[in-house]
């Protein structure tokens, strides 16, 4: 194995990390389910960090790290909803800006051209706060004095606050870039 495959064997064991963590939320194991997904949070840092600082960035991994991504807090919100412990407003609204970035990358790869992924720093910023709300959260139901009622208040507002803005500018970043594209086709 080349030393290049390991951000995207982070990546790859992120996303077995899903079901485990999804396991333990449905059987109510809050601090193990908290400690599984603080891991595939680490993975993600640690991918990056390896990538960038060793310059083994990939096609693959441009893909397969936000995706990762993806799919681990789009997972979580739907248990944390289903379970009745977010407000479906809430899962809506994380798992809606997903899928317009989901759906706009595929849509510009399928129209323009290949998608090199550049996470944004609002961007990085929601992820931590996505996990650091689901920490706080699981921590809070689980007991934690640490995790109050307010701190979790404080968290959701702020996740709200970054998926909004990170949504809204990954739109209009993407969508200036089509309209420069497809203006350069038109000439």
């Avoid at 840092?45 to 096609?59: C, F, P, T």
Wanted: no cysteine; net charge positive.
């Amino acid at each position: 194995m080349k030393r290049e495959a390991i951000p995207n064997l982070l990546s790859g064991f992120r996303i077995l990390l899903i079901p485990p963590a999804l396991w333990l939320l449905l059987g109510e194991n809050y601090v193990a389910a908290t400690a599984v997904i603080a891991l595939a949070v680490f993975t993600d840092g640690l991918d990056g960090y390896l990538a960038r600082r060793n310059e083994w960035r990939s096609r693959l991994g441009g893909i397969l790290d936000p995706v990762a991504d993806k799919l681990l807090f789009v997972s979580l919100f739907l248990v944390l909803g289903y379970l009745g412990h977010i407000e479906p407003w809430l899962m809506a609204l994380v798992i809606g800006r997903d899928l317009v970035i989901g759906g706009g990358a595929l849509l510009y790869e399928k129209m323009i051209g290949p998608v090199v992924a550049r996470p944004t720093l609002i961007s990085k910023l929601n992820t931590v706060m996505l996990f650091l709300f689901t920490a706080a959260l699981l921590l809070n139901l689980a007991g934690a004095p640490f995790a109050s009622n307010a701190l979790v208040d404080v968290l959701r507002l702020v996740v709200v606050l970054t998926v909004v803005v990170s949504g809204l500018q990954y739109v209009l970043d993407w969508g200036r870039r089509a309209l420069r594209e497809t203006s350069k086709d038109a000439r």
